[in-house]
């Protein structure tokens, strides 16, 4: 099956996105012609290195590279200072040179954590993403935003350090859990939202075909995503204007993750899905929007088993949600910025809305209203 790439246009710094299934049996000769040395690190984590740890260092050795790897655990906590230092540690220790290539296998939080650690080893290693769920195959393995959470937030520490070349395979998304594949598709609507209706229309016909495992419909998804993120992050790479669209969802969202401790009770694409939701009501709540829309794409999130509201069973107390806002680092001048819609596809950014308004929702959200 033939292997489409897109490619994120940064002069000098461009790089290839190869998108496919059989990607990962292949990656030695794909990866070998951006290694400055044979010296390859692998970072993984203890869910995904069972899997595909040995196919990978076998195509790495085929392919006359020496790889070494580093396991860590798995999951959202490992996004933080102790798990960065044992990382840097690691790579240390395996005597890394600036000429060492890194290469992140795994879904968001390996891509980021490996991403944030090689813009700092050294002053700044190469690395290569190689995502492993649908989530950092459609969004955080393109781009080169990395990072770490804090108890101040998510994300408010990292860097921006594009990689050298992404290889999302899609084959592997055959062994995900559909609670995880869920969580990726968040992320897939959510660029139909920010500017392609017809994606989204797409979406609503095919989503359920998708998230059951229809290869034609993921690679679609896929390269479509990549395609739009592509676009945005070759306009506005360091996120001073039209970027921040990709972050439909995610003021919210993070309040939500950051309320549930960033852990397992509440994934990030779940986050982002009720995020999203919460942002087309509130539009509709300022006149910007009207409200049928908000109410189709919670239709959809529902019919692929995404939730669409703040889920029953737990006190969700507004102004702790408003106060985690407070500390998203796209605040500007102690004032929250919102993406807000004027329709499905009509994306925009404000700095315009009163607090009351976001804690009236929220409350009408947690009352289940």
Partial sequence: MSIETVTVDLGDRAYPIQIGPGLLDRAGALIRPVMRSERVLIVSDDQVAPLYLERLERSLTEAGAQPLHTVMPAGE????????????????????????????????????????????????????????????????????????????????????????????????????????????????VKYGVIDDPAFFSWLEEHGPALVAGDEAARRYAVATSCRAKARIVTADERESGVRALLNLGHTFGHALEAETGF?????????????????????????????????????????VGLPSGLPAGRVWDPDRLLDHMRGDKKVKDGTITFVLARGIGQSFLSRDVADQAVADLLAESAAGR
């Fill in 263 to 303: 852990s397992d009770a509440m994934l990030h694409g779940e986050a982002v899905a009720i995020g999203m939701v919460l942002a087309l009501k509130l539009s509709a709540r300022l006149g910007l929007a009207p409200a049928a829309d908000a109410d189709r794409l919670a239709r959809h999130l529902d019919a």
């Fill in 77 to 188: 906590p490992s996004k933080d200072f102790a798990h960065l230092e044992a990382l840097l540690d690691a790579m240390l220790a395996a005597r890394a040179e600036r000429g060492t290539l890194v290469v992140a296998l795994g879904g968001g939080v390996v891509g980021d954590l490996t991403g944030f650690a090689a813009a700092i080893l050294l002053r700044g290693v190469d690395f290569v993403q190689i995502p492993t769920t649908l989530l950092s195959q459609v969004d955080s393995s393109v781009g080169g935003k990395t990072g770490i959470n804090t108890r101040h937030g998510k994300n408010l520490i990292g860097a921006f350090h594009q990689p050298r070349l992404v290889l999302a395979d899609t084959s592997l998304l055959d062994s995900l859990p559909r609670r995880q594949v869920l969580a990726g598709y968040a992320e897939v």
